[in-house]
T-cell receptor, first 115, second 116 residues
């Protein structure tokens, strides 16, 4: 089974609008961390936001917030007030604390911001 | 620049040749990871080091691949007898793992390998 599933290969959003990128995960480890990364066309992976499995509140970092629904095993990324520079690939990733330090990445979502 | 650096950025080689890539992590980071990324896919874990010790290798990692991190600083990834299927972007990441889950990785720009 896939550890991380991103079901949206491509998304479009109007500039200044909000967009939600979906991510579901699969783990039996009670201790895990969830990450979102942005990969522009230049190729470098840029860390955006982190959510720990024991965190009580949803993580926020500037225009990025993580909608963490533990029972549903989902960790959707919300980008508010989209900008043209947000156009990129977005990857959801997970690390399980008790099964080594391997990071599992999803297949990514390509976001295009329309002016 | 205090980020993760990788060299070379691009490598073109003929099938059967050996190649070596280098990664310089963020200086105070104790963990270093190698990933492979093919077009349209997310990064695939290859191996990781804590300081100079290689702690985990992917089962998918062929014995043609070897990685080292002497002295716990920079790391090299060598691919012997390259095959066309090795063509990919090879990403390096480093992290400062202090406690539990917050092992945020910071990535380098990658080395794009093309095997002809």
């Amino acid at each position: 089974a896939q550890k991380i599933t991103q079901t949206q290969p491509g998304m479009f959003v109007q500039e200044k609008e909000a967009v939600t990128l979906d991510c579901t995960y699969d783990t039996s480890d009670p201790s895990y961390g969830l990450f979102w990364y942005k990969q522009p066309s230049s190729g470098e992976m840029i860390f955006l936001i982190y959510q720990g499995s024991y965190d009580q509140q949803n993580a926020t970092e500037g225009r990025y917030s993580l909608n963490f629904q533990k029972a549903r095993k989902s960790a959707n990324l919300v980008i508010s007030a989209s900008q043209l520079g947000d156009s990129a690939m977005y990857f959801c990733a997970m690390r399980e604390l008790n099964t080594g330090n391997q990071f599992y990445f999803g297949t990514g979502t390509s976001l295009t911001v329309i002016p | 620049d205090t980020g993760v650096s990788q060299n070379p950025r691009h490598k073109i080689t003929k099938r059967g040749q050996n190649v070596t890539f280098r990664c310089d992590p963020i200086s105070e980071h104790n963990r270093l990871y190698w990933y492979r990324q093919t077009l349209g896919q997310g990064p695939e874990f290859l191996t990781y080091f804590q300081n100079e010790a290689q702690l985990e290798k992917s089962r998918l990692l062929s014995d043609r691949f070897s990685a080292e991190r002497p002295k716990g600083s920079f790391s090299t990834l060598e691919i012997q007898r390259t095959e066309q299927g090795d063509s990919a972007m090879y990403l390096c990441a480093s992290s400062l793992a202090l406690t539990g889950l917050t092992d945020t990785q910071y990535f380098g720009p990658g080395t794009r390998l093309t095997v002809l």
